[in-house]
């Protein structure tokens, strides 16, 4: 275990993903006090799993899963300008079975522009990242290079390895998972820059943080940043939903500075290229648009191919209708045609596709309920047998696919959900929206949705797409993005805990002993967000002893429940033998003088 | 349904508990768009049932459960000096079965000053409120005088009908419930000036809000204007945990102000009494400090009597010991004089004086976990059947009871809690704190323990006591209080909702047909915090016409999914058995040209 020094000037960070340097003092094992990022060596010098290593101030360490990349790592320079190391590329390359090629050409429209647009933003995209010439790669021979492919061969590929250190369990467990279907590793050739990870329901559950510009508003910038500001609060992917403007250059920088996978819905950009009319789509353009993104390295695509003509129907007597943008696309596309989903008709050659990059399936669910009232209908469940009936199709070409669930769904409802998906779809992972439990709250949709989450994720869901803040309202700003991402992340622990995750229990172990033993910095240093912990603390107590003080603002000096406890354990000695056996004695008094006493049973 | 104007000038409002007054347009019913404090007349002129309603644009009318209190109504004019006007004093006084006496008169040490302080804060307590003499009321000769009491005799109280034209159900099912133990109706007959609710699985799930100054912060103000401000986000009921100078007055002020049922726990009044030495407490300190507390007109007390000796030692063995202050308190007694606690060896005596005044007991869990570890222990087990034992002894005595649960309890350990509850406690109400359902995010507990609230809600729990961002690390503000509020009316919506509760999805309907018709006004007011949606909203698409405008920022005027879900239904008419028809027909052909065509069943 190698620990990188968290004093290194402050300088050489990127202020924007390290939280402040604390000038904290040494502990007993002569660690500083604080969080830093830490690596485990894995079988070969190149393979080293991040991690995030609290040392706490009774000498004690507690490690816990990293998201946050190089960006953490003060001994890493980063540059967004230059995009991340290219960590999987020999990986990849020693495998043999890619190559490169010329790859198609960036066009204007790739970017929403005009063939004659004046300001030809893409005249020279290749020089977007100076420092990587994009030759794409792709399998050699056309047969998937995909990691389920190796996993039923029996392989286990450095990518295997390093989530399984990261997960803390075997490596042949997590081949077999993937062989099975039953989790997804997504990694693109074409994005050797991520830290592999898995999803799956036997893995702790994972977040993903929706991002992307609108037409409305927002940047390149402001989505890059975003991107790192939700790996750097947990998120496990982000998806780029980006409709508006430099939707490729966009996804270039995210995805050259990225390192969680990339998800993406290619029908957005389509139906860009054909100025958004649906009716314009063809099968054409969106596999062009498909291969466009997949050099790019886009880990995993929502494809709603399950939106089938014969379903649309089924949402004219909902409530709200269909409120997958996806989902709504296809349908009209099918209306206004009268033929099948051209999606679900070259569902065969999508699946080619996909295998020959290794980009992962997300079956997306268009018809999902936008409304309490909508839940667990016909239409839904309709598209969620499509579903499965296409991840069997996905799986016999040998592409990785999990499978999109959720969207308003009341409490007594959910179970049935990941209960019929799992039965249809083989154990394919699942991966919900929320759900939202009830529809009343707009602006706080991160807490509707929060505890659905937690229960849907508790019950076998492997991956939870959060909601913010701003959810049916606007476009979520920085602080929405930490807000839903750190919402997801409670939710997604509370389920590893519930699952009975091995070792989910450890870090609620080590914060608890800490609180009890008002250890406060300890217990800022492992809070979700030891920021805001700790700011919230000084708000009342500003003061530095206030820190190592044996009480908190609740109950004061005077008078603190938790100082009574250890009073009762000074005054009664640790030995615990001892106090019960007085006290059973006591009690026993107790009988015989009539008391009623109750003597608890060992149960 | 009589409707009070709210276009009254808004210099007669409270400005702290009214929303900004708005110039809203008319609908076509001719009433102003917005929300409105509304009545339902009973079956007497001063029985008369607050409501919250919100006119739609669209000419409908949604009514909400509110409790705002007359703060909310322009046409009444509140003093905070003169307290709210006692609704239900000439029900009491119709009973004929109490009296007015002399009560017990204020001492100095009521608010925490010494005998001999200089300052004697309470020299002239009646003088707090001039306008109300404090002479108590209590049982004419010693028989309950509880609305237990009168549903066992088989009388509805107005009481009774008030909230059962709250909870839109039969005055007789009230009766029934209240009767069978299952339900309370927290009503001191000193404390005229609530509006009465009920707390029962039966009946809609119920928030408490907790205030209270401590030794090291917080004023007399701050509670009363942290008490409107909780009821009017939705508060049910508010507990004054108050432990700081000033317990008597603060709580005098609180109670008189207060249109909803308080809470105490008088132990903290007592302790104060003795300086914080718990070895000093007596019961005859701690009755004093009832009767005080009763006078003055507390709805409902936390009694920590199952906290009993043999149970102390049970502690020693867990992560985080006693949490609960006054369980703590209770601890250090018991084994500073190993002697069975006063609490438990008083219950019946203490049930007397209760019954007198219809003070209802929350039976406190004062071995609550304080950590994910602790969670379902025996410690806390060994507690609840004692307080099982109690409930009997309680209900004997004509007095109604609730009991108090969990506090940190993962997922799967939830639903054990609110069964064995429920069984040992012949479905009295339970009143649980959360539960948080992981230790590791402080600054976030109102979401870790909003998951585990609209769970044990939806299983049966009737009032959840709410938890605000700054649990575990200071006391919360007014937003705190807030967010914490909003947070569990999420829980116990979500709840309504998963239990079937009659009409509960009605809001959530008209909220989602007001966003899928693009009616932005209605969605705002028809929203759990208006404010906040329609700051959030205005964030991205400031101009007044994107309040009528056809899409959201989040997918922009081009291509909005809902937008085509209407024109879809354009396209296609509003004729579904049409649609389905043609569809239907689509789907034939594509089933004899070989198509896999998917007809779903209609479950």
């Not at 198609?104 to 420092?131: I, M, Q, Y």
């Not at 496990?236 to 998800?263: A, C, F, K, Q, Y």
């Not at 999508?350 to 009232?373: M, N, Q, W």
């Not at 995750?501 to 172990?509: L, V």
């Amino acid at each position: 275990m190698t620990t990188a020094d968290a004093r290194t000037p402050a300088s050489k960070r990127n202020a924007r993903n390290v939280p402040e340097a604390r000038n904290a003092p040494e502990n007993e094992a002569g660690k500083s006090i604080g969080w830093h990022k830490g690596y485990v060596q894995g079988s070969r010098p190149d393979l080293q799993v991040p991690v995030r290593q609290v040392h706490l101030t009774n000498g004690k360490d507690v490690t816990l899963y990293d998201t946050s990349g190089p960006y953490t790592d003060p001994a890493t320079e980063t540059d967004v300008r230059r995009g991340l190391a290219p960590l999987r590329e020999n990986w990849i390359i020693a495998r043999g079975d890619t190559e490169e090629y010329e790859g198609r050409p960036a066009r204007p429209e790739d970017d929403g522009l005009k063939h004659t647009s004046p300001r030809g933003g893409l005249r020279n995209l290749d020089a977007v990242f100076p420092g990587r010439p994009r030759r794409p790669r792709r399998s050699r021979d056309g047969r998937p290079v995909t990691q389920l492919a190796y996993a039923r061969r029996g392989e286990i590929t450095p990518e295997m390895e390093y989530v399984a250190i990261r997960e803390n369990v075997a490596p042949e467990v997590v081949r077999e998972e993937i062989a099975a279907g039953r989790a997804v590793l997504p990694a693109n050739v074409n994005h050797p820059e991520i830290e592999p990870m898995i999803i799956g329901k036997r893995f702790l559950v994972k977040v993903n943080a929706n991002i992307g510009n609108s037409a409305v508003t927002s940047s390149i910038e402001e989505e890059v940043d975003k991107m790192t500001w939700a790996t750097r609060w947990g998120a496990d992917t982000v998806m780029d939903l980006s409709t508006g403007r430099n939707i490729h250059t966009t996804r270039e920088w995210v995805l050259r500075n990225s390192p969680v996978p990339i998800g993406t819905v290619p029908l957005y950009q389509a139906l860009e290229k054909v100025d958004g009319r649906a009716e314009e789509l063809t099968w054409e353009v969106y596999k062009d648009t498909v291969i466009e993104q997949a050099e790019q390295g886009v880990d995993y695509m929502t494809v709603h191919a399950g939106v089938r003509l014969p379903y649309v129907p089924l949402t004219a007597r909902r409530k709200t209708g269909i409120v997958s943008r996806g989902g709504s696309i296809m349908a009209a596309w099918c209306l206004a045609h009268h033929k099948e989903s051209f999606l679900y008709e070259h569902f065969e050659e999508l699946c080619e596709i996909l295998a020959s990059y290794d980009v992962t399936y997300s079956l997306g669910d268009g018809l999902r309920p936008g409304s309490i009232a909508d839940a667990n209908d016909e239409a839904q469940f309709a598209e969620l047998r499509t579903l499965g009936e296409l991840n069997s199709v996905a799986k016999r070409f040998g592409v990785q696919t999990m499978i999109e669930g959720p969207g308003h769904v009341p409490m007594h409802k959910i179970k049935e959900n990941i209960d019929l998906q799992q039965e249809i779809c083989e154990e394919a992972p699942f991966y919900t929206l929320g759900p939202l439990t009830t529809d009343v709250a707009p602006a706080y949709d991160h807490i509707t949705s929060g505890i659905g989450a937690a229960m849907i994720a508790w019950w076998g869901t492997a991956m939870l797409c959060y909601v913010t803040p701003k959810e049916h309202l606007g476009l979520p700003n920085r602080d929405d993005v930490k807000t839903g991402v750190i919402t997801y992340k409670i939710a997604a622990h509370a389920a590893d805990l519930a699952k009975g995750h091995p070792g989910a229990q450890d870090w609620d172990d080590a914060l608890s002993d800490a609180r009890f033993e008002f250890r406060w910095e300890d217990q800022f240093n492992l809070a979700l967000d030891p920021d805001t912990a700790r700011e919230f603390h000084d708000e009342t107590l500003p003061a530095e002893p206030a820190k190592t003080a044996h009480f908190c603002s609740m109950c004061g000096p005077k008078f603190c429940s938790m100082k009574i406890s250890h009073d009762i354990r000074r005054e009664h000695g640790e030995d615990q033998a001892a106090i019960e056996a007085g006290m059973r004695e006591k009690s026993a008094e107790f009988a015989a003088s009539g008391n009623r006493v109750y003597l608890p049973l060992a149960d």
